[in-house]
């Protein structure tokens, strides 16, 4: 895995980025500008622009941006650092717009539509007097994220942290939560879809995610499967995990919810699908603090109901001779397998931690290209990327996720085997392995590379 930085000035919060890559191989990164992890006292969408597959990035664009009242930092300027100041009077002296006046941005969110053209979705918390206090805007690019028209009012009202995702049949897909009153004056976090036959510009009623008493979801992120099923990944803090729904019929009735093997997913999944067919999904873990998680699991998994995530066991060559995966009398672990994985891309060290809320497009190579933001090492948020390959994942070619039970297992015959299956695909590294096997002297290697 290789770790660089997208973005990094240590005079702004730089935080909540989203990741596309246009027909020309154009990254785009967006994000959000402020001085804390709320956007105050003022709040900007940023990009940057990579032509050289995320290596180097240009200079950023600032696309749209709020500031609070002047009544307001008045009032805080005692606690209010120089650079927010300074901040705030820069973004002042460009906003012509009243309604940006005592406004914020929260979490804007990218996808590349079909057509090579860029979408964009932000959700405003608007001033005091406007008639709703949360509304989704959108914003167009035709050139790669060099130029952008917008904002336009997606008439979606009072929903926050918004998702995008194109289905085959050309519908654009939109996720996003709201606080709703229960009977018993509690307030409860409820997640909702809204379907788009024209590309964003008119949209469907909401559809409810089902879910139980105690669960409060938000932040879904949804993707189309091969089969036509839809997957959405929810977060809930209080269950310790993520939870996923699944519907057959476009979206329109979903079943579930179920619990998923996303231990700690307490921040903005990103799901989706890779050349390989597997599900890739990251998200912030927090399970005892912020970390950058990818979960990779098979289309079988997504697709599972109830509350085990478990699928039969495929017979391997490697299995002892005789092994019928099928026999009952079998241990369970002999049986039956979850085909996904876990990996921690990073850590934040910082005692301000933040982070998680990322995301990551599949680049020519079959690597993936990650983008978060965290404190760590720097005085604000900053935004890194992260180069994932799959063997940082697993030593296991693409189709499946495996795991064996390390009893009664042929050991050596087994990692060979497997080991040949993940290298054969390359060329010569097989001839390196077998070199390394040898060893110095002619031992026995210890399958550590050699320096």
């Known amino acids: 895995m290789l770790r660089s930085i997208v973005s990094r000035d240590d005079t702004i919060y730089e935080c909540f980025p989203d ?16 001085m804390f992890h ?28 709020c500031v609070a009242t002047e009544e307001r930092v008045e009032a805080d300027r005692a606690w209010l650092c120089d650079d927010a100041l300074r901040g705030w009077r820069e973004s002042r002296e460009r906003i012509t717009d009243p309604w940006r006046i005592g406004a914020s941005i929260n979490c804007p969110r990218l996808i590349c539509l079909g057509d090579g053209s860029l979408f964009m979705v932000a959700d405003f918390h ?93 932040e879904g992120s949804f993707v189309e499967l091969d089969d036509g099923t839809l997957l959405g990944i929810l977060r809930d803090d209080k269950l310790g995990r993520g939870y996923k729904v699944l519907s057959s019929d476009g979206g329109r009735i979903w079943r579930g919810p179920y619990p998923t093997q996303l231990i700690g997913l307490e921040g903005r999944p990103k799901a989706g ?123 296991f070619p693409p189709g499946d996720l495996p795991w064996l039970h390390p009893s009664a297992q042929p050991f050596v015959a087994m990692s060979r085997a497997m080991a040949e299956r993940q290298f054969r695909r390359r060329p010569g590294a097989w001839a390196v392995l077998r070199e390394r096997e040898r060893g110095a002297g002619g031992e026995p290697s210890d399958g550590r590379p050699r320096r």
């Open 19 to 34: 990741l596309a890559q246009t027909p020309d191989r154009t990254l785009v990164c967006i994000y959000r500008e402020c």
């Open 38 to 65: 709320a956007p105050y006292p003022f709040s900007r969408i940023a990009c940057r622009r990579s032509l050289d597959g995320g290596r180097t990035w240009l200079p950023k664009q600032i696309l749209d941006e």
């Open 126 to 218: 608007r001033a005091a007097d406007a008639p709703h206090v949360w509304s989704l805007h959108g914003y167009r690019s035709t050139d790669a994220g060099v130029t952008w028209s917008g904002p336009d009012d997606l008439g979606i009202a009072d929903m926050l942290v918004p998702s995008l995702n194109e289905l085959r049949d050309g519908r654009l897909m939109l996720g996003a939560s709201t606080l709703e009153t229960a009977p018993d004056g509690h307030n409860d976090e409820v997640q909702y879809v809204f379907a788009s036959p024209d590309q964003g510009r008119t949209w469907s009623e909401p559809v409810a995610i089902p879910r139980e008493p105690g669960q409060d979801f938000s």
């Open 273 to 395: 699908l890779l050349s390989t067919g597997e599900v890739c999904i990251t998200y912030r873990l927090d399970i005892p603090n912020e970390m950058l998680a990818l979960h990779l699991m098979t289309q079988d998994a997504a697709r599972v109901e109830g509350e085990s995530p478990m699928l039969p066991r495929r017979p391997m060559p490697e299995d002892r001779p005789g092994l019928d995966v099928n026999d009952p009398a079998q241990p369970w672990y002999m049986t039956h397998y979850y085909p996904g994985r876990t990996v921690v891309l990073d850590m934040d060290r910082s005692v301000h931690r933040d982070g998680g809320y990322s995301g990551w497009v599949e680049l020519d190579s079959g690597d993936i290209l990650v983008v978060d933001y965290l404190n760590d090492d720097a005085p604000l948020a900053h935004l890194r990327s992260y180069l994932v390959s799959r063997s940082d994942i697993i030593l």
